[in-house]
């Protein structure tokens, strides 16, 4: 079965710099997303990512984010300077076009996530 | 108010019980459901969609109520690898989620 894959599965990184989180999406799908989950708090929405461009973003997603899809297959979450706050799982996902499945199926597909932590 | 309120338990049950989790959310227009299952530092996998007229999934039932805002999902049998967290989420896309409620089903 096709999965979303992830790394780092772990970064550990210092306060101030820059750090890069990838993702695979299924090859197939069209809409991307990144959340977060800090230790013990619920999943929180980023950022959403179609057709080359943000679609939607959430009020976490501040001037320190960006997100890119280079070559057509990655998909990557950057963190210019990087804060003790941002620690914390970031998962990615994605969605296949409408349509393709039916939609009691229409599920979002998560990666294991990568484990940011920021010292 | 909380776009998804969840009891966070822990609800420790012995094996071959049952177990309820409730869930309520606050954004009237919200058209879909679902319940995600997510282990320790682990990402979030559906467990199952929630339809209108409630639905069954072998031990699993899920159950919505749009008059009063309100999702459950029963566990019948517990079995040990049902402990994890349960979460409510909302549909909308973005995905918006509860913070959970953890089970631990002991032997």
């Known amino acids: 079965e096709p999965e979303v894959t992830q790394t780092p599965s772990h970064q550990v990184t210092q306060m101030g710099q820059e750090v890069i989180l990838r993702c695979v999406p299924i090859s197939n799908h069209l809409y991307f997303y990144w959340y977060r989950q800090i230790l013990g708090q619920k999943v929180e929405f980023l950022v959403s990512f179609y057709n080359n461009e943000i679609s939607e973003k959430s009020e976490i997603f501040d001037d320190q984010f960006s997100v890119e899809r280079p070559d057509g297959s990655n998909f990557t979450l950057k963190i210019r300077s990087t804060k003790l706050e941002d620690s914390a799982m970031y998962f990615c996902?994605?969605?296949?076009?409408?349509?393709?499945?039916?939609?009691?199926?229409?599920?979002?597909?998560f990666g294991p996530g990568t484990r940011l932590t920021v010292t | 108010r909380k776009e998804v309120e969840q009891d966070p338990g822990p609800f420790n049950v012995p094996e071959g019980a049952t177990v309820a989790f409730n869930c309520t959310y606050s954004?009237?227009?919200?058209?879909?459901f679902f319940w995600y299952r997510q282990d320790c530092r682990k990402e979030p996998k559906l467990l199952m969609s929630v339809y209108s007229s409630g639905n069954e999934d072998g031990r699993f039932t899920a159950q919505l109520n749009r008059a009063s805002q309100y999702i459950s999902l029963l566990i019948r049998d517990s079995k040990l690898s049902d402990s994890a967290t349960y979460l409510c989420v909302l549909g909308n896309t973005p995905l918006v989620f509860g913070k959970g409620t953890r089970l631990s089903v002991i032997a």
């Open positions: 996902a994605s969605l296949p076009p409408k349509g393709q499945v039916p939609s009691e199926s229409y599920e979002q597909y």
């Open positions: 954004n009237s227009a919200s058209q879909s």
